[in-house]
């Protein structure tokens, strides 16, 4: 952080005046395939391989997390991978898990509330909020194919760090659909 400087006066050190739209999300990576027959549950015990830790906006940072953690997401969601079986989501949810993240955006996305989400999670309101935000946009985008995606929601979606895979998933479309309608509108 001391190597970066201030977006807004350009001068001081991050380190000591960040900016308020930035943050740093740790995001460690289990891969428990490496260690057969081990409880997959978290706990005090160090079980990550690796992290990584962007410098961004929260929803592109988990995003982009997301999507280099080598578990074969494109991100957050928007990739088909979601659970729908409301039993299963709750039962994830009740104690912490390398994919705890994964069951929260699936619980949101099935209608679950952010209140029953807090309740078994512990998971502050803020953060519950931010991801419910990236549920909101991606319902809004679902409405529309490529073709018909307004210019501003196309936008939208890459601030918060959705790839062009993400929106072509959304969307019903080829990723290289995305990157030329994008491309297309400079």
């Given at each position: 952080?001391?190597e970066l400087?201030?977006q807004?006066?350009?001068?001081?050190?991050?380190?000591f005046?960040?900016?308020?739209?930035?943050?740093i999300?740790?995001?460690?990576?289990?891969?428990?395939?490496?260690?057969?027959?081990c409880?997959?549950?978290?706990?005090?015990?160090m079980?990550?391989?690796?992290?990584?830790?962007?410098l961004?906006?929260?929803?592109?940072?988990a995003?982009?997390?997301?999507?280099?953690?080598?578990?074969?997401?494109n991100?957050?969601?928007?990739?088909?991978k979601?659970?729908?079986?409301?039993?299963?989501?709750l039962?994830?949810?009740k104690?912490p898990?390398?994919?705890?993240?994964?069951?929260?955006?699936?619980?949101?996305?099935?209608?679950?509330?952010?209140?029953?989400?807090?309740?078994?999670?512990?998971?502050?309101h803020w953060f519950?909020?931010?991801?419910e935000?990236?549920?909101?946009l991606?319902?809004?985008?679902?409405?529309?194919n490529?073709?018909?995606?307004?210019?501003?929601?196309?936008?939208?979606?890459?601030?918060?760090?959705?790839?062009?895979r993400?929106?072509?998933?959304?969307?019903?479309?080829?990723e290289s659909?995305?990157?030329?309608?994008?491309?297309?509108?400079?």
């Amino acid at each position: 952080m001391d190597e970066l400087y201030n977006q807004i006066t350009k001068t001081s050190s991050a380190y000591f005046e960040p900016t308020l739209d930035y943050v740093i999300v740790k995001f460690p990576r289990w891969n428990f395939d490496k260690f057969e027959g081990c409880d997959s549950t978290l706990g005090l015990q160090m079980k990550s391989v690796g992290e990584v830790w962007p410098l961004v906006v929260l929803s592109r940072s988990a995003s982009k997390s997301l999507s280099v953690l080598e578990i074969s997401r494109n991100g957050l969601g928007a990739d088909a991978k979601y659970w729908t079986n409301q039993d299963q989501i709750l039962d994830r949810l009740k104690s912490p898990s390398w994919d705890r993240v994964f069951r929260i955006y699936d619980a949101m996305r099935i209608g679950i509330p952010k209140k029953t989400i807090y309740e078994m999670t512990g998971i502050d309101h803020w953060f519950l909020s931010q991801m419910e935000e990236l549920i909101v946009l991606e319902h809004e985008m679902e409405k529309y194919n490529i073709h018909e995606l307004p210019r501003e929601l196309l936008l939208e979606a890459k601030m918060k760090g959705y790839a062009d895979r993400q929106i072509a998933h959304l969307t019903r479309c080829w990723e290289s659909e995305v990157h030329k309608k994008r491309l297309d509108q400079g």
